[in-house]
DNA sequence: ACGTAATACATCATATCACGAGGTATTATA
DNA sequence: TATAATACCTCGTGATATGATGTATTACGT
């Protein structure tokens, strides 16, 4: 998918990812990959940011001997993924504005 | 709606509001503005962009005595619209991943 | 034993782009 | 006689996706 159209909907994306259970950046691109192609360097560079937006906190877990980072999604990332709920009605809506003028063909 | 939301729709949408009749800027505003918030700063910058994409092809016209420079969309500008389509298909797809982290709440 | 892939983290520079602020000029209206 | 509407345009700034690059361990095939 083009680059910019990503925007705006990538950071959501991985806050879904660890909305149900913490989950860890390797493990993140593996869940979100199928539907939206994710790198490393920007996954982490969105997880950064999330958490200084304060939508998700961090925990620093043991396993097999090295840290593996998880994250744990805050009430900020759940509004912020309900807040893209009703943005993606406008979407719709602009989508639809789109087809129309696509009528008479 | 979020500006970074509108990157990858704006263009196809000005796109659009010049598909099925040639437009002008202040037009084109009036017309998308309903659907979706578009400044004049923004609307200018994306005009030209698309013009040297070749999405486009402009022609001014004398009126009221002034200049007023008409956008016709090209070839190009069509195909833009109908890979759009195809991404969006694709948007959903992102959208019904991140509903489906949402059932159990 | 040795290379290669997989796991797992992170940073930096670059390019793209929406938008506010600012600028110019005419016509219509209150 | 202002003020809004019509109509055009540019520049600087901030946000951000991504490739390139770096570090380190474990697993696996040959």
Redesign the pocket.
Known sequence: MD??L???I??VCVLAAIKNEDS????IIKDVSPFL??????L??????LEEAKMLVTRSVE????L??YYHITNNGLARIEEFKEEFKEMMTVYKFICKEDIDD
């Open positions: 680059a910019q990503k925007r705006g990538l950071d860890y950046g390797y493990k192609e994710l790198s490393e360097s920007t982490y560079t969105i997880l950064k940011r396993h097999n001997g090295r593996r980072k």
